[in-house]
């Protein structure tokens, strides 16, 4: 079948005034308005923007594939100079997988279980240019050795369920590729993978771009990824355009207040919890049917002028730059860049005494065989192996790693839900390691408390609010009567910043930063004394991230709480935390205060880590190290050091030392111990991997 | 997966040991009994005659020693009265001298029916090769129907298809086969009433009715003038239920991401639904066919009788009625064998169907 003719110098993907809306029994949705982009051959187009933007509608507008109650109500979407939007089923088949193919967000849910990935893969070309099984097959196999997979020839007969989830997205993208398409569209390809897992998808997309000369549609809400992988770029706010133009161009002189209100709220390394904190967008994402007349951003905007702003539609105005745009009325008035006004700035909070100390704690676990019938061998998973720190009140320990890594067994270990297989946990010179969570004086229980990673699961959903937060107060004996409870519930709710008639909501009417809030407040209900947050900000969108770390730190001020953070992601740990605590299968690689960890010497597997985070900062230059293969499993770790198989500095260490055992903590500066063979010379000698270009 | 099949005979074992002591345990409490001893020996036995006429047939003993016997698992019981020995093991056919110690159900012997005055076994092999060809061409009819149904009305949930084929589904999976019988009977085999006359008069059909009401010559010769109607109500009764089953499944099965990456691949809706979604969406109901083995069971004793088709329904109700102990006894054990290999196929071929879950 042959591909439509056209011509190069002619955009690939060209979308003008676009709007698509839904329709439901009660009213029409719109999801997108006035929606225009261009893309040109080889370039890659982010799209940028908060869930619900509309960013993934676009994207499956131009695949036509909006379901039933999605419709295109206005505008064109010309591909080679075809419009999409008036083609016919059959004409639109032979375009999918053949000339634009699309990446999605969840390997595991986009590949079909039951079939083997090499059927999936040389399905492809067998239906786009009738190719035989067997070449097909062959491509397929040549294809997977393209995206860099290890033995092509077991991986083509595997099926999704046995391959890792980096090595899923690698199929998808293979699968992409079957037919070189022109137009590939990537929805969020990283977003459920590991930050060292990204950072090799990442690479392979660029490469495979450059390669084949694919134009990309690569839609994030990560900021970071899009500078690393776009040239050109569109910010998207309740389905409009909000300003498009060059990345660096956007990223450094942005002519929208939404673009800088977003920069100003993500961690940037200049950022700092106390002299220079993040500014959460105020307000929230306002519903599709709730929009304001005017500009969407408008009762958000710092800028906002009653009566010009509020006056009627807002179109997309030139800015004079590289084709770059602006949908703001004032974009020519404001002074970009003013300084930013009146920061609230905070003195540091001194740390006080030891409040929990952890001694060569060990947990593992045993499971069976891992067959759904039972039987085969028992094995240990050893998730935990000599974990050794002390917390102190008032101090934020953040513990990073990937998925795997033991951080929340950790967690659990602590909170009581497992108990330790040997090692001590000292709280306040009580050690509680070996009396579960049910056994604990409800005291002991009301100082350890949790915020979960997903807000939307944790909260009761036939319960108010309120009669959440009321009934943690009665387990933790709070209160004398309902009455007094109730003050305490309300008082509560202002602490977490949301307005008492929440108090009677259902979660379900409530955003999930307000959902997040909630469980802060339950967690903090009995005067926590330690606080663990579980990734508390990783499920949300970025504007309202940094309004709950903001008002996580306010906590912790106030109360002088012990804060221990987990997170995956670098960039808010260095913005928020005292000390970091890395951890690797297990293991404690690193351990130190933040700027000690953040700088060298690091950790072979600290550097890598750093070197992963994308960072949404045009000044900042990064030393691209790539990790190979995934994280070996903790049910069958490397002998040896843990990080040995994928370690760029191995060779520097003599004897195959690495191999054979286990290396020992070395102190390098107070409180700074790194898990490494390798010796002082080379550590001093370790370059920073991120270093900001002056000003 | 030779461990996983030995642990699950284990496990079978034990289960069919437990049913059929508790089925024993009801069929032989002391009414039952006693209304034994009176049908086998006297109607006008007087209570004491009762007693003894017990004691002397062995039933007297303790009830886990009497239902050690009946296995097989241990020695058949013995008596002299009058010189003349008796036992458990002693028949007109088998002399005392040359009876064997054990002789229950494990050594094949499965008694005597009181009704029929043959050995159960005899009985029970007849009956259950043709209830065998009853189930064959219910699932030849029920199987495909329903799957095709539910696959056709689940690849486009909410359209009219979809409405359509449910509502026929629910429909027939809420009438009972002594509904749908019943109707079945007076529409399509009747001389007088029904399609038959009409069929008859404009020389469509050679004799007198489309089917016959009657499957007893079917137990001689296989036809599809006197098998139809039996297995036309029994597949009717479990279609619409695999075919519910088989619609959610595959409405789940169509919204899935996978399906959207093949759709997106240019792959056409055929070829979506025929080789990616259908492995998917018969998972789901191939727990349910199995499980449809035991319930056909259920619905064969009702069909077996309303269309007087000497079958293993027809028979059990048979010895239910005439308070049959040992022919009641060996049906529960065919039944309870029946439900725990289906049992088993359907797990092992779940396994099979699904390349998540593999036994080692």
Redesign the interface.
């Known amino acids: 079948m042959s591909k439509t003719e056209w011509d190069p110098s002619q955009p690939i993907l060209e979308i003008t005034n676009l709007s698509i809306s839904f329709f439901t029994r009660l009213r029409e949705i719109p999801a997108v308005m006035d929606f225009s982009c261009t893309v040109m051959a080889g370039e890659a187009m982010g799209l940028v923007g908060e869930s619900g933007c509309g960013k993934s509608t676009v994207a499956l507008a131009v695949m036509r594939d909006l379901g039933k109650n999605g419709k295109i109500v206005a505008g064109t979407i010309k591909f080679k100079g075809r419009d999409l939007t008036t083609m016919g089923e059959e004409e639109l088949r032979q375009l999918r997988g053949s000339e634009i193919a699309m990446i999605y967000q969840e390997p595991m849910a986009s590949l079909n279980p039951a079939m083997t990935v090499g059927a999936q893969l040389a399905e492809v070309p067998m239906i786009h240019e009738g190719m035989s099984k067997t070449d097909a097959w062959a491509l397929a196999r040549q294809i997977v050795a393209d995206v860099r997979l290890p033995d092509p020839d077991r991986i083509v007969n595997a099926y999704p369920h046995q391959l890792s989830g980096g090595q899923q997205q690698r199929i998808v993208i293979a699968m992409a590729l079957m037919s070189k398409p022109a137009l590939l569209i990537l929805d969020e390809p990283t977003t459920a993978l590991d930050v060292t897992v990204e950072a090799g998808i990442v690479d392979l997309v660029k490469d495979l771009g450059k390669k084949y000369g694919t134009s990309m549609l690569f839609i994030s809400h990560n900021l970071g990824l899009v500078l690393d992988v776009c040239n050109r770029l569109c910010v998207m706010y309740s389905g409009e355009a909000v300003e498009t133009g060059n990345v660096a161009e956007v990223f450094d002189k942005m002519r929208h207040p939404y673009t800088q209100a977003l920069f100003r709220s993500i961690p940037l390394p200049t950022a700092d919890k106390n002299s220079r904190p993040l500014v959460a967008i105020p307000g929230n994402f306002p519903l599709p049917h709730e929009r304001p007349k005017g500009c969407n951003f408008g009762p958000r905007c710092d800028y906002f002028e009653a009566g010009r702003c509020d006056a009627g539609p807002v179109p997309m105005g030139d800015t004079g730059g590289d084709r770059h745009a602006s949908r703001c009325v004032k974009f020519a008035e404001i002074d970009w860049n003013a300084p930013l006004a009146a920061v609230k700035t905070t003195e540091r909070t001194p740390v006080g005494e030891v409040v929990l100390k952890m001694e060569d704690l060990r947990k593992y676990y045993e499971v069976s065989g891992g067959s759904l019938f039972g039987g085969g061998a028992q094995k240990v998973v050893k998730a935990n192996e000599t974990l050794s720190f002390e917390a102190r009140e008032g101090e934020t320990l953040a513990i990073v790693g990937e998925s795997g890594c033991g951080k929340s067994t950790f967690a659990k270990v602590l909170m009581g839900l497992e108990t330790a297989t040997s090692g001590k946990i000292f709280l306040y010179n009580q050690d509680i390691q070996d009396t579960p969570i049910e056994k604990r004086a409800v005291d002991t229980v009301s100082s350890v408390q949790m915020v979960f990673q997903n807000p939307f699961d944790t909260l009761n959903p036939s319960m108010t609010v309120g009669r959440q937060i009321i009934r943690a107060l009665e387990i933790f004996g709070e209160g004398n009567s309902d009455e007094e409870r109730r003050n305490r519930m309300l008082e509560l709710m202002d602490l977490v910043k949301l307005p008492r008639e929440f108090a009677d909501r259902m979660p379900r009417q409530l955003s999930g930063g307000q959902k997040q809030r909630v469980g802060i407040a339950r967690a903090f209900a009995g005067g926590a004394k330690i606080v663990v947050a579980d990734e508390p900000v990783s499920a949300l969108d970025v504007s309202v991230q940094a309004a709950v770390t903001d008002l996580l730190m306010e906590i912790q001020r106030k109360n002088r709480t012990t804060l221990l953070f987990i997170s995956h992601d670098l960039s808010i740990v260095r913005y928020l935390a005292d000390r970091v605590m890395v951890m690797y299968l297990g293991h404690v690689v690193e351990l130190g205060t933040t700027d000690q960890v953040f700088s060298p010497p690091y950790h072979p597997y600290t550097e890598a880590l750093l070197s992963a985070v994308p960072i949404a900062d045009t000044r900042v230059i990064k030393k691209r190290i790539v990790l190979e293969g995934d994280i070996p499993s903790a049910m069958n770790p490397p002998p040896g050091c843990p990080f040995q198989t994928r370690c760029r500095w191995k060779d520097q260490v003599p004897n195959g030392l690495c191999d054979r055992e286990v290396p020992p903590v070395k102190h390098l500066a107070t409180g700074h111990q790194i898990k490494c063979h390798l010796s002082d010379d080379i550590l001093t000698e370790m370059e920073p991997v991120i270093t900001i270009a002056a000003e | 997966m030779a461990?996983?099949l030995i642990?699950r005979f284990g496990i079978m074992l034990l289960t069919a040991l437990c049913l059929t002591f508790i089925v024993f345990f009801l069929t032989n409490l002391t009414p039952n009994l006693e209304k034994l001893a009176r049908s086998e020996g006297s109607v006008r036995m007087s209570d004491a005659q009762v007693a003894s006429w017990l004691e002397n047939n062995g039933y007297a003993q303790p009830l886990i020693v009497r239902y050690g016997q009946w296995l097989g698992a241990m020695p058949g019981w013995t008596k002299e009265i009058d010189g003349e020995t008796t036992g458990r093991c002693i028949t007109a056919a088998m002399p005392a001298a040359d009876a064997p110690r054990f002789c229950g159900v494990l050594q094949g012997n499965w008694g005597q029916s009181t009704v029929f005055k043959r050995p159960v076994s005899e009985i029970l092999g007849r009956a259950l090769g043709a209830t065998g060809w009853l189930m064959l061409w219910v699932m030849i009819i029920m199987v495909p129907s329903a799957l095709t149904l539910g696959v056709l009305a689940g690849m486009r949930e909410?359209s009219r298809t979809d409405r359509v084929l449910s509502t026929v589904a629910i429909a027939t999976t809420a009438t009972p086969e002594y509904v749908s019988g019943v109707i079945l009977i007076v529409v399509l085999a009747s001389a007088t009433a029904g399609i038959s006359p009409i069929l008859a008069d404009w020389g469509w059909i050679e004799g007198r009715t489309l089917f016959q009401g009657t499957a007893t010559s079917a137990m001689d010769e296989i036809t599809f003038w006197n098998f139809g109607l039996p297995v036309i109500t029994v597949a009717l009764y479990g279609m619409g239920y695999i075919a519910r089953m088989t619609r959610a499944s595959m409405t789940e099965v169509m919204t899935?991401?996978?399906i959207?990456?093949?759709?997106?691949?240019?792959?056409?809706f055929r070829?979506v639904v025929i080789?990616?979604a259908l492995?998917?969406a018969l998972?789901a109901p191939f727990t349910v066919i199995m499980l449809q083995f035991p319930w056909l069971l259920n619905g064969v004793v009702i069909v077996e009788t309303l269309f007087n088709y000497k079958g293993f329904g027809w028979t059990l109700v048979q010895g239910a009625g005439n308070n049959d102990i040992e022919l009641l006894l060996s049906c529960s054990v065919v039944a309870v064998v029946v439900v725990l290999v289906t049992q088993l196929i359907s797990d092992i071929g779940y396994?099979f169907?699904?390349?998540?879950?593999?036994?080692?």
Do not use: C, D, E
Request: charged share 25%.
């Open positions: 461990m996983f642990r909410g899935a991401q996978y959207r990456t093949a759709r997106l691949k240019g792959v056409s070829q080789r990616h492995r998917n998972i396994a169907l699904n390349p998540r879950i593999r036994i080692s």
